[in-house]
């Protein structure tokens, strides 16, 4: 049995949730859950306009969303909203949801700035499960010319040995793994 919910971590998710599927059966089974978990303020969205609406005229805890919706690229979507300076929504953790889990999908997610891919089909366990392992994540949200998003990185590794980090939090030579990374690598929590 996991720990994820014997854990005293509290995520506040009563400003908004922001779902995105675009077929009213997944929109509804997803809908269920996340009322399941006590979230009093839902957005249901069938397309990435109706999503983009929901951002700008709300603060929002957390978005949830397929990653193929037809016609529309979601990647692009989520770099535009971590690009977007002056708005609070840019750093909101954005999970994506997928049939899919192939290398190339999981970079492109991982990429684009997304903080979690749950590969399809999700248990309400599942879920919950990632949005608090996203909310107790300590990853800082970085800005480049080439990226924004959080750290791409799950592993506290530090650089390779030999080479000099490019991080303000790398130590040259430092190859400590802390118990999170364990964790995750053993797929057991801490």
């Known amino acids: 049995m996991s720990t994820a919910f014997s854990d005293k971590?509290?995520?506040?998710l009563e400003r908004?949730?922001?779902l995105v599927v675009d077929n009213a059966l997944g929109l509804d089974i997803l809908s269920t859950i996340f009322l399941?978990?006590?979230v009093r303020n839902l957005h249901r969205c069938r397309s990435l306009a109706e999503a983009h609406q929901t951002?700008?005229?709300?603060?929002?805890?957390l978005i949830v969303m397929e990653n193929l919706l037809p016609g529309e690229d979601v990647y692009d979507f989520i770099q535009k909203l971590r690009r977007s300076e002056g708005d609070d929504n840019r750093f909101v953790p954005?999970?994506?949801l997928s049939?899919?889990?192939g290398a190339s999908i999981v970079s492109k997610a991982r990429d684009s700035g997304a903080n979690f891919l749950i590969g399809k089909p999700i248990s309400?366990?599942?879920?919950?499960?990632?949005?608090l392992w996203v909310a107790r994540e300590k990853r800082q949200f970085l800005e480049t010319d080439s990226f924004a998003g959080p750290d791409r990185r799950f592993h506290e590794l530090g650089p390779p040995e030999g080479v000099a980090g490019r991080r303000r939090s790398d130590t040259a030579g430092t190859k400590e793994i802390s118990a999170n990374a364990l964790a995750l690598n053993d797929g057991v929590d801490p």
Request: proline share 3%.
């Open 55 to 61: 951002i700008v005229a709300y603060q929002v805890d």
């Open 9 to 12: 971590v509290r995520i506040n």
């Open 16 to 18: 908004a949730v922001v």
């Open 124 to 131: 309400p366990q599942v879920l919950l499960e990632r949005i």
């Open 94 to 96: 954005t999970i994506l």
């Open 99 to 101: 049939a899919h889990t």
């Open 36 to 38: 399941g978990f006590g």
